[in-house]
């Protein structure tokens, strides 16, 4: 058997914390934190709000290197397309002068390792949104077709865009060249969110509504896509959390049972009790290996963990109509509103453990 090196992984850079070399030192130290364990159930709290008709639906939010959560516009009524600014640190919210234009624009992202996130038209435009958090500066440039539905940085250094609409190929942005090329084979498109596996492949699950969908592997070592465990029904999932094992936890939107997929094996399962329509709309995982689901609808925030196993209410705390989830070093994990009439809210998951920053903004915690 070959000697594991071991690397001080907080010391290596985010974006490379996904090469081969430093996966394994990586999930060493998941682990470890993940085995403290939490002194209790979680616990969310609400801060502040911006007031007004300030509806980031569906834009997911991104850890920047300054330690602030990025959210791009994604919806008529942000505020003339402003950009949401939340400093954990202060739980003090803010937003960017809007880049103007009514409707949805674009969907969750990438942090690049220029530091730099990139989101990917959703509808509405056929612009890529750059947001520089050393400046706080909005920019668009490039055209690709409207309809994507989420973004991957993957260990090459490009950032992987997953096709929501049928018909579009995975786009593929080159952050230290500005070019883009595409992937053909995603031709039933379908999918929200996307995550990378220990296997350096990036994978997407089904979102529901749409017909004879399955789950989007994509390979960076080749550029080549493949689906495969057919899926059915009108609610899927948004996302997963990656669980200590490496396999990846997520609770549905609605109408389904939670799952677990293995990207060694590449197989999907399900388990659990089967949720009413619009419960979750995300999957992240704290630093005890628990992955929680952001309340959407549901009354509860429930979480997964190996096992498998599902806990169920622990109460959401009347902050609901929440989406994405954003890990930080405290432990907190925060979401964004979908409505001006919900405050926003953290969950103190109470992990005994941490993980740092270099970690947290890796490609395998850092996404949708």
């Known amino acids: 058997m070959a000697n594991l090196i071991m690397y001080d992984i907080c010391r290596v850079p985010y974006y490379k914390i996904s090469d081969p070399l430093f996966r394994g030192s990586m999930m060493l130290e998941y682990n470890y934190q993940a085995s403290k364990g939490s002194t209790g159930n979680p616990t969310p709290v609400q801060y502040g709000t911006l007031g007004g008709a300030n509806d980031f ?10 330690g602030k959560i990025y959210a791009p516009p994604n919806d008529q009524n942000a505020i003339n397309n402003q950009a949401l600014i939340i400093d954990p640190k202060t739980n003090i ?4 002068a809007g880049i103007g ?13 220029n530091g730099k996130m990139y989101f990917f038209p959703i509808s509405g435009t056929t612009s890529i949104l750059s947001i520089d958090p050393t400046t706080n500066a909005l920019s668009t440039f490039g ?5 994507y539905g989420g973004a991957v940085l993957a260990p090459n250094g490009k950032i992987y865009a997953i096709p929501m609409t049928a018909g579009l190929p995975v786009a593929v942005f080159d952050p230290s060249t500005n070019q883009f090329t595409s992937i053909s084979g995603a031709t039933t498109g379908g999918w929200i969110g996307g995550v990378l596996a220990l296997t350096g492949k990036i994978y997407a699950f089904p979102m ?3 017909a004879a969908v399955g789950f989007l592997e994509i390979d960076p070592t080749n550029d080549s896509v493949s689906t495969f465990a057919s899926f059915a029904g009108t609610q899927g999932f948004f996302g997963g959390g990656m669980a200590p094992d490496g396999r990846f936890y997520s609770l549905p939107v609605g109408n389904h049972q939670s799952m677990v997929f293995d990207p060694f094996a ?31 609808g549901s009354a509860t925030i429930d979480t997964l963990s190996m096992g498998p196993v599902v806990a ?33 809210q953290y969950l103190q998951t109470n992990a ?15 996404k949708f």
Not at 57 to 66: E, K
């Open 57 to 66: 639906y569906g834009s997911g939010g991104l850890l920047a290197p300054n």
């Open 93 to 96: 919210t803010s937003t960017i």
């Open 101 to 113: 234009g009514a409707g949805p624009k674009w969907s969750p992202g990438a942090l690049a390792a």
């Open 143 to 147: 055209s690709v077709t409207a309809g």
């Open 208 to 210: 529901g509504n749409i």
């Open 266 to 296: 590449r197989t999907v399962s399900y388990f659990g009790t089967t949720y009413p329509l619009n419960q979750f709309e995300g999957n992240v995982v704290g630093p005890n290996g628990i992955t929680y689901g952001s309340p959407r």
């Open 312 to 344: 169920t209410g622990i109460s959401a705390g009347g902050a609901t109509a929440q989406t994405s989830g954003i890990l930080v070093p405290t432990g907190r994990i925060y979401t964004i509103p979908r409505s001006a009439s919900v405050p926003f």
């Open 352 to 366: 005994r453990g941490t993980l740092c920053e270099n970690i947290l903004m890796s490609p395998f915690f850092n």
